[in-house]
Nanobody, 120 residues
């Protein structure tokens, strides 16, 4: 079994910054892409950013230039630095990891989510 635990969400004023972190633990042989999705009330879950084990990144157009994703492969962690936050960034942010388990299964795991609220 694999667990993902997010931290770092909260309430911030527009223009402010937050840093989200996600730690993966359990029966992990390796982690392929990791990243973040978000879901705002009444909307579908959408991709925010992803990062491969080699450090290649991909961002949603809405966050390019404001958010930066990074990962620590040794610690099985992924981070999301969010700057210049806007009220429309308000959502529950979910971490995911594309994991190859020690049993050699490849499974996508999700965290429980962390709330980010940006006030205007």
């Amino acid at each position: 079994q694999v667990q993902l635990v997010e931290s770092g969400g909260g309430l911030v004023q527009a223009g402010g910054s937050l840093r989200l972190s996600c730690a993966a633990s359990g029966s992990i042989a390796s982690i392929n892409p990791m990243g973040w999705y978000r879901q705002a009330p009444g909307k579908q879950r959408e991709l925010v950013a992803t990062i491969t084990s080699g450090g290649m990144t991909n961002y949603a157009d809405s966050v390019k230039g404001r958010f930066a994703i990074s990962r620590d492969n040794a610690k099985n962690m992924v981070h999301l630095q969010m700057n210049s936050l806007k009220p429309e960034d308000t959502a529950v942010y979910y971490c995911y990891a594309d994991v190859t388990t020690v049993a050699r299964s490849r499974v996508i795991y999700w965290g429980r989510g962390t709330q980010v609220t940006v006030s205007s």
